[in-house]
């Protein structure tokens, strides 16, 4: 069988995935359902392997998640550490739905539109670390929001790598016409006017995500996860800033790694300021 591997790993990612903040305890079954993820999105974004045989090979990770099979080992370790944790599969259920959505739908018409793509590509990764943590569901509407703006932010910083490698483009049809830009404009090597704005009106909009997301951090039980979310939330408020001053179309909107190691820190340190906060307020009482 052909190797769709991309050769991507956690340390890849835009943002962090199980780092060393999260508890030891909790990083196994994490890393185990972002492995899945990893090898369903390699699947999906392959340049040259057919929607047929695209749809098959998640069909075939789906089937091993479950215990209809047995083919996909990495899957079947997923299924293994989730029985171990008396956790249910829906969430990588639903992110599968994303990545085959990814193999058949290549356009989006309206923002609400994408937001109900990342509720299966984006939100399923936020509440499967809430439930890992033990943590209330009461916690998911926030984890949503800045897992939507991740994913936007994601999908804004590759949008001319992904439209001229997948032919797959995340910006709303309605938002392009709104300020008369097209898809060619995203073969340029840098952006013009009418995508700047419509990209920047994009952007906007993920920064009231991100405002949503914003008490996240101080609302978690878990104090490592806290400070993970809170070096997350800072990450992906520096990049929105960036996305609105800067032409990914041209580079320049990634941080790089020391880049974001000083912001993941600030954020760190923001949560554990206010949460610090918090604590001393209380035992001040009324």
């Known amino acids: 069988m052909t190797d769709l591997s991309s050769g991507k790993d956690h ?18 079954p994490i890393m185990a359902f972002y492995r899945v993820a990893r090898m369903a999105d390699d699947v999906a974004d392959h340049p040259t392997a057919s929607p047929k045989e695209k749809l098959a090979r998640l069909a075939a990770i789906e089937a091993s998640l479950t215990g209809a099979a047995e083919s996909v080992p990495e899957a079947v370790a997923l299924r293994v550490a989730l029985a171990e944790r008396h956790l249910g599969w829906e969430h990588m259920l639903d992110l599968l739905e994303a990545f085959r959505r990814d ?5 989006y ?25 033990g943590e209330s569901r009461d ?41 008369g830009a097209t898809l060619e404009m995203l073969e340029a090597p840098r952006g013009e006017p009418s ?17 949503t997301s914003r008490p996240f951090a101080g609302q978690v039980t878990d104090l490592r996860l806290a400070l993970e979310i809170g070096a997350i939330q800072r990450l992906a408020e520096s990049l929105t ?23 993941g820190l600030l954020g760190v340190g923001r949560t554990f300021g206010e949460r610090l906060g918090a604590r001393q307020a209380r035992r001040a009482g009324p």
């Open 11 to 28: 340390t890849g990612e835009n943002f962090p995935v199980a780092s060393h903040l999260i508890a030891p305890q909790h990083r196994g």
């Open 103 to 107: 193999v058949t739908k290549t356009r």
């Open 109 to 133: 018409a309206t923002w609400d539109e994408l937001m109900d793509y990342c509720r299966y590509s984006a939100a399923p990764v936020g509440r499967f670390v809430l439930d890992v943590h």
């Open 139 to 179: 916690r998911w509407p926030a984890s949503d929001a800045l897992c939507a703006a991740l994913q936007v932010i994601n999908h804004l910083q590759d949008c001319a790598k992904d439209y001229r490698e997948i032919d797959r483009v995340y910006l709303p049809a309605e938002t392009l016409a709104q300020f």
């Open 195 to 211: 995508i700047m704005a419509a990209i920047h009106a994009l952007a906007a909009k993920t920064e009231r995500l991100l405002a």
């Open 241 to 263: 800033r960036r996305l609105l001053s800067r032409d990914p179309l041209a580079g320049g909107v990634h941080h790089g790694r020391l880049q974001a190691l000083g912001v």
